[in-house]
């Protein structure tokens, strides 16, 4: 897991780098002169410490490290400056934290109790096997599907904050997609998956970027006659990590 940690925040941090690096406006591109390395032992620590203190400092542990991505990426020769803060996210986080626990104090009640009464209906732990299969099976589609939504609504509010706190020379940046737009877009990822028996699966990308690109707005004024070509150097690989550990372009 250590190493594992370590390589994903090397593959997340330089397949941004090299996207940026392919990403030109006007002849001008991005990138960072950055290899990687100092953004993976970062990722690594701080996954550490959120898996040290059961889970509750993903929100941190996000925020953390889209800062520190971001801080070290630049177009032209203008350097990006993020600043977001865990705050804006906290109260979908904590729902999303807190729910799969009180699920499971429930479920661990149900199970240890013979008989609970749940919306004025008596469940016996001594009822066929049949029907306590089907009962387990409603209990953890049911939660599991909830938990979905409270993470996807936990996200969106992740991302729009870190795009919101994004800037580049006198420019800001928004992403104004909900919750609800983002579980749609998963939620017919899924359906066109199992409708094309997984075939489908190679044409998700291209419905992600331009739901990226639907969404995203740019704020204020650039002064072109300050912007210069960056001096990073040209990438020439480095995307195709995310792709091998499978992960996503954002």
């Avoid at 009640?109 to 008989?115: A, E």
């Amino acid at each position: 897991m250590l190493f594992f940690s370590f390589f994903v925040g090397v593959a997340r941090f330089r397949a941004l780098r090299y996207r940026l690096n392919r990403t030109y406006w006007k002849g001008i591109r991005g990138g960072s002169d950055e290899p990687g390395w100092t953004y993976g032992w970062s990722n690594l620590w701080k996954w550490v410490v959120n898996y040290l203190s059961l889970g509750s400092a993903v929100a941190w542990t996000m925020t953390s490290l889209w800062n520190d991505r971001w801080n070290e990426m630049s177009f032209g020769n203008l350097d990006f400056d993020s600043k977001a803060k865990v705050r804006p996210v906290l109260v979908p986080f904590v729902f999303l934290y807190l729910t799969p626990l009180l699920i499971l104090i429930v479920s661990v009640t149900l199970v240890l109790v013979q008989g609970t009464m749940v919306q004025g209906v008596y469940i016996y732990m001594d009822a066929p096997p049949l029907f306590r299969i089907i009962f387990f099976l409603i209990i953890a589609s049911t939660s599991y599907a909830f938990v979905s939504l409270l993470f996807v609504i936990y996200y969106a509010a992740f991302y729009r904050n870190g795009v919101a706190n994004l800037e580049l020379g006198g420019l800001r940046f928004s992403f104004e997609a909900e919750g609800g737009e983002w579980f749609i877009l998963l939620l017919v990822d899924g359906l066109i998956i199992i409708a094309t028996l997984g075939i489908g699966y190679f044409f998700l990308g291209y419905r992600h970027w331009a739901f990226f690109a639907k969404h995203l707005a740019i704020h204020g004024d650039l002064d072109e006659t300050a912007l210069r070509q960056t001096s990073t150097k040209q990438e020439k690989y480095s995307d195709g990590w995310l792709d091998a550990m499978d992960i996503g372009a954002f």
